[in-house]
């Protein structure tokens, strides 16, 4: 399987209710990040977490940060309609000697619907 | 800033037509990258640039496509010639301190 796997593929609320989406990788990180994206729009960065972080927080987003299981999570606090769209996680590799020039391995995405 | 701007937003051509697609990265930011996105393989990272270098091209399916980033302010992709499999959307995306900002996209249906 792909790095940056995000679980649920799909995911259907109430406005108001809290979404959790994970996202689960493979090889060491750098950082993971996370994108949304509104449907025919380009991705657009929402936060990102360093490997030596373990919890972030911007506005309703929460974000946690786990390297020994490999694995990251995506909170939204009392969803709006308009959070609906797909949001993606993002992995930066962390290269021994190398450089990864900011190259980013993309999971697949979930799919966010929040019913008004 | 204008963000990353892409042209054209659309296009539609017949297969076996050449096909360019244009970027203009944000000021400043020094990589470039682009993706392509369809349903049935997600986002795929073609190629990426720094200070206007290719740094890794592995992600270009085939010797139709190509790509060039003649300066810091403008990169083209280019399929030659196109065929329907090349449907998707293309981005591009260029990046300071860790962080990708994308454009809008450029919607290619290739009949």
């Known amino acids: 399987s792909q790095q940056g796997e995000e679980d649920p593929q799909a995911l259907s609320i109430q406005e108001g209710e809290n979404a959790t989406m994970n996202c689960s990788y493979k090889?060491?990180?750098?950082?993971l990040q996370w994108y949304r994206q509104n449907s025919g729009r380009g991705l657009v960065h929402l936060i990102l977490?360093?490997?030596?972080?373990r919890e972030k927080h911007s506005g309703r987003l929460r974000v946690t940060l786990d390297t020994s299981k490999k694995s990251s999570s995506l909170l939204i606090t009392a969803s709006r309609a308009a959070d609906t769209a797909s949001y993606f996680c993002?992995?930066?590799?962390?290269?021994?000697?190398?450089?990864?020039?900011?190259?980013?391995?993309f999971g697949q995405g979930t799919i966010l619907t929040v019913h008004p | 800033d204008a963000g990353v701007i892409q042209s054209p937003r659309h296009e539609v051509t017949e297969m076996g037509q050449e096909v360019t697609l244009r970027c203009k990265p944000i000021?400043?930011?020094?990589?470039l990258f682009w993706y392509r996105q369809t349903m049935m393989r997600g986002l795929e990272l073609l190629i990426y640039f720094n200070n206007n270098v290719p740094i890794d091209d592995s992600g270009m399916p085939e010797d139709r496509f190509s790509a060039k980033m003649p300066n810091a302010s403008f990169s083209t992709l280019k399929i030659q010639p196109s065929e329907p499999r090349d449907s998707a959307v293309y981005f591009c995306?260029?990046?300071?301190?860790?962080?990708?900002?994308f454009g809008p996209g450029t919607r290619l249906l290739v009949l």
């Open positions: 995306a260029s990046m300071v301190s860790r962080t990708q900002y």
């Open positions: 000021s400043g930011h020094n990589s």
């Open positions: 993002a992995t930066d590799p962390a290269n021994a000697g190398g450089t990864s020039y900011g190259k980013l391995t």
């Open positions: 090889t060491s990180i750098n950082n």
């Open positions: 977490i360093r490997s030596n972080e």
